[in-house]
């Protein structure tokens, strides 16, 4: 079962939430309520679903696991919603149900986010830490996020052209990123760093037997 925060922020109803996503971007004014029907929804889903449950928590059983898709345009969504104490209560009942779900092994709980700022950002709501949660990076994220991390730890604009050309280079893995970025920070050009790397890179292919 896989909701999207898209559908959540959707204002024709909760019951949209389990249809195809909205591009909406703001709150209504029924937000809380609708998040409220949709996980009391999944509450009960969730209690049926335990009946099968093994008895001892510690055996190995293949548990539920939910999805909520677009976390980061979510929690923006939330941030720049004009009533800012509805919108904090609404992420602090999101985060509170997840923790009590997780907590009672009813099931796991995913969050999905195309932002390598994301792990920055949950860290700043208390209730989060007090939780059992880890963060995964799966996949190389796209070219135009890559291109806003970068620009954003280095001061520089997105569609600098320099920098452009050499996240052309390097791609979307945030370990390249990261590298790239401290190179930079060290003293190198833009060009010089990438251009570095994509050496380094070609070495250890001709290394490992690979010609051409």
């Keep these: 079962f896989r909701p999207s925060f898209a559908f959540l922020t959707s204002v024709l109803g909760w019951a949209e ?9 703001t709150l209504s004014p029924t937000q809380t309520a609708q998040i409220t029907s949709v996980l009391e929804t999944l509450d009960k889903a969730l209690d049926l679903i335990a009946k099968s449950y093994p008895s001892d928590p510690q055996a190995p059983y293949q548990y539920e696991l939910i999805v909520f898709d677009g976390l980061d345009k ?4 939330c941030e ?6 509805q919108a904090q209560a ?12 997780a ?25 989060l830490k007090s939780g059992r949660s880890l963060t995964y990076r799966i996949g190389d994220v796209s070219r135009e996020v890559a291109a806003s991390y970068v620009a954003k730890l280095l001061k520089k604009e997105p569609n600098d052209m320099e920098l452009t050309h050499a996240i052309d280079i390097l791609g979307g ?14 003293g190198m050009t833009l060009t010089e760093g990438s251009s570095m790397m994509l050496r380094e890179t070609q070495d250890q292919l001709r290394g490992q037997g690979f010609t051409g």
């Design 74 to 77: 979510f929690i923006s969504s």
């Design 90 to 101: 609404i992420i602090d009942q999101l985060i509170n149900w997840t923790l009590k779900t």
């Design 173 to 186: 893995r945030q370990s390249d990123l990261d590298s790239f970025v401290g190179r930079v920070l060290s």
């Design 103 to 127: 907590a009672k092994n009813k099931a796991h709980v995913m969050f999905v986010a195309d932002d390598l700022f994301i792990e920055e950002t949950l860290n700043q709501y208390p209730l």
């Design 17 to 25: 939430s389990f249809l195809p996503a909205s591009t909406k971007q």
């Design 80 to 85: 720049t919603a004009k009533d800012k104490e």
